[in-house]
């Protein structure tokens, strides 16, 4: 599983198409493949994309040695609440906790709470008689005898999974353990997930929503992996498979299955590791990526060459206390709907989806699109989609642009259509700029980096709307977040949550956490194959100063570098790192004031050899090839070598038509001169529109570097 010799494919299964990356080191190329998606049987589309990938490669699918897997399965299971019936055994007077929350209000102003969304109803929530104390004592022992009347009514409610969080269950889980082996022993078909085991930290609100959406995803995923289990041997593929984790990380099938939830963003996971090796490949330590898709856009943050991560996250309003990658998604895709209310002008969130699309697309849409609109003012190629199997009619999307949102304003089809784009591009600016703002950062000190299908169209408009000056159009775009799977390593989170000063007095505690944290972490390697210089376990800790409701993530470098002590040198080293980080994420700090540590965090890395591990430019083939793509004679353009391959379309941009140049991006050669836009650069599944002002021209890796020049 370490070895570098093992070629290797990653899957990255979406709602419309599944991606894969070949990485193959006996010749150093990475290939890509796309294939449709086989929604009610994902493992489907995934078989045929393996058997297709291979075949590019010359290869069989025998010859396959690891599969990482990434996809939004978990995530569609909850959007879509297609979830089995499941229950919540909880410490006597806190089954409701999940309908009280932390009284938060999106609308302070209002006189009802929002709803709040629910995945168990509380005649399946019950209350069993037990009491932990917040030291870990027992203050009253579990009452097995209402416990079996309990699991008596889950059987007779044909309940499938179960979720057991008792208060302080984090600090002695011995009632959690009792408790889900009795049901385990007197209903065997019922799955069983301890909070313990889920999200073993403090505040019990968060650790009951996380511990009930692994239960509830429990009997989805392991479904899922069973069938895929069985055709991967139909096929005769026996490779080893991983799953992508919503930490960027890997996980072995049976982790995965026990702890669904760390799945929750696998698949928009994938773009975040791209960030990071993109960063690292250009020298770029600071990076935003920007990833829009047909009904949203993702925008994850590479910041001193890392990628930022948290340890709460919400998934439709459903709290998850579990590390995670940062991403920020907003309502802002190719199928958002434009909109009149109250005689403004209002893009999103609400979006066409796939069914019935865009209006352009002919399959029943009748309210116009961010799609439309970019297709009404000349930017996406009807001729390019028709070989694609879809015929867009430019002339209806134009027609619902003017009835819906023209003439009510009383402006022309052109200039309504370029409002709307106008009206998305500040809606995805205003997400990016919070995203930085919030870590203290400004978005000129950083570079954009465009992926997915529909991003290439808007990045230098929203580049131009935050003052961003360099753009980086990664190659395979379109593929991109399967490429970065290539990236990821096998990872556990571990944690344990302690509540104490960072103070001189708390170094033995502290010192036995970290211990305790690290032969964990390491045992956990060993027993999938890493050692040695394969692992790798790095340290932080959630502090805060006294009176604060919220913690801030301090990495803990000093425990990461080996087998350092726990002393007072390096307790004092924790807490300047945790100053610092306070003053660079709110402008200010208070080293007077005494600090807290709430949970001490490892993380346990086993490192997958991707030596010679590379990408091989557009269309993952070598450069010049035939495969994808087609090549005329070259020619001279601005003193340098560049396919002649060029024509002209004409766009509506800066509130009037022109005619501008349009390439294919194979055609770009290394060692261009840069060349001006207006521009449109076409590629496989999607397209970059290159706005005035603005120059293009092929750096390492087949990636394009934009820049704008300044007058």
């Known amino acids: 599983m370490q070895a570098d010799n093992a070629v290797r494919v990653s899957v990255d299964i979406g709602g419309t198409f599944t991606d894969l990356h070949l990485y193959d080191p006996a010749t150093d190329r990475t290939l890509a493949w796309k294939t449709p998606s086989t929604p009610s049987d994902p493992s489907v589309g995934l078989i045929h994309g393996l058997k297709g990938i291979t075949e590019l490669a010359g290869l069989g699918v025998s010859d396959i040695g690891l599969i990482l897997h990434g996809s939004t399965i978990a995530t569609n299971a909850v959007l879509e609440r297609k979830l089995p019936r499941g229950a919540l055994i909880t410490t006597q007077g806190f089954r409701d906790v999940l309908e009280i929350g932390r009284h938060i209000r999106r609308d302070v102003y209002t006189l009802r709470a929002e709803p709040r969304s629910l995945l168990i109803p509380r005649q399946w929530r ?45 600090r002695n889980p011995i009632h959690e353990q009792r408790a889900a082996e009795i049901i385990r022993h007197r209903a065997p078909d019922i799955s069983v997930t301890t909070s313990y085991l889920s999200s073993p930290e403090i505040r019990e609100f968060e650790r009951t929503s996380t511990t009930v959406l692994n239960a509830l995803l429990r009997p989805v995923i392991s479904g899922y992996l ?68 047909g009904t949203s856009s993702d925008i994850s943050v590479v910041r001193d060459g890392q990628i930022g991560e948290t340890t709460e996250s919400s998934i439709d309003g459903l709290p998850v206390r579990l590390p995670m990658v940062e991403i920020r998604t907003i309502g802002a895709g190719g199928g958002s709907i434009a909109r009149l209310e109250s005689s403004a002008l209002r893009v999103g969130p609400i979006s066409a989806g796939a069914e019935p699309g865009p209006v352009c697309y002919q399959r029943g849409g009748t309210e116009p699109t961010v799609t439309d609109a970019n297709a009404v003012l000349g930017r996406i190629d009807a001729e390019a989609f028709k070989t694609g199997g879809m015929e867009l009619d430019i002339g209806i999307a134009a027609a619902a642009v003017e009835k819906l949102i023209a003439g009510p304003l009383g402006y022309e089809t052109s200039a309504a259509a370029a409002g709307i784009l106008d009206v998305a591009t500040a809606n995805m600016a205003g997400a990016i700029r919070l995203s930085l703002f919030e870590k203290g950062a400004d978005p000129v000190d950083f570079a954009l980096a465009p992926f997915g299908g529909a991003a290439g169209l808007h990045a230098c408009a929203v580049a131009q709307e935050l003052g961003i000056e360099k753009i980086v159009f990664p190659a395979n775009a379109s593929t991109l977040s399967a490429l970065g799977i290539l990236q990821a390593d096998l990872r556990y989170d571990l944690s344990e949550s302690l509540l104490m000063p960072a103070a001189e007095e708390a ?23 890493f050692s040695g210089e394969s692992q790798r376990i790095e340290f932080s800790c959630d502090m805060r100063y006294r009176g604060q409701a919220f913690e801030l993530a301090t990495p803990w470098s000093q425990m990461s570098e080996g087998v350092a002590t726990v002393d007072v040198n390096a307790l004092q080293q924790l807490v300047a790192g945790f100053h610092a980080l306070h003053e660079e994420r709110f402008a200010h700090a208070s080293p007077q004031d005494a600090a807290e540590i709430v949970t001490v965090r490892a993380v346990g890395i086993g490192l997958l050899g991707k030596s010679g591990l590379n990408s091989t430019g557009p269309g993952s083939q070598e450069p010049g090839s035939q495969e994808q793509g087609t090549h005329s004679a070259s020619a001279a353009v601005n003193g340098a070598t560049v396919a002649d391959s060029r024509r002209h379309r004409r766009l509506y941009l800066d509130g009037r038509e022109c005619e501008v140049p349009c390439l294919h991006r194979d055609s770009l050669l290394p060692g261009v ?12 599944y999607t397209v970059l529109l290159l706005l005035e002002g603005w120059t293009v021209r092929v750096i390492d890796n087949g990636d394009l570097l934009c820049e704008r020049v300044l007058a």
Not at 507 to 529: E, I
């Open 126 to 170: 019950f209350g069993i008689t037990e009491r932990i104390k917040a030291d870990g004592t027992v203050l009253q022992p579990l009452d097995e005898g209402a416990l079996n009347t309990v699991i008596d009514q889950l059987i007779d409610s044909d309940i499938d999974t179960v979720a057991i969080v008792f208060l302080h269950g984090y």
């Open 226 to 293: 069973e069938r895929l289990s069985a055709r991967l041997d139909e096929s005769g593929i026996d490779a080893a498979l991983y799953l992508v984790q919503s930490n960027g990380g890997l996980a072995t099938p049976e982790d995965a299955a026990r702890l669904p939830a760390k799945l929750l963003l696998s698949g928009p996971a994938g773009g975040a590791m791209a960030m990071a090796a993109l960063s690292k490949r250009h020298d770029m330590p600071n990076l935003v990526g920007f990833d829009m898709g």
């Open 507 to 529: 170094v033995d505690a502290l010192a036995g956490a970290v211990d305790s944290l690290r032969k964990q972490a390491s045992r956990l390697l060993a027993d999938n194959g």
């Open 673 to 684: 001169a840069a060349l001006p836009g207006p521009l449109i650069i076409e590629e496989n």
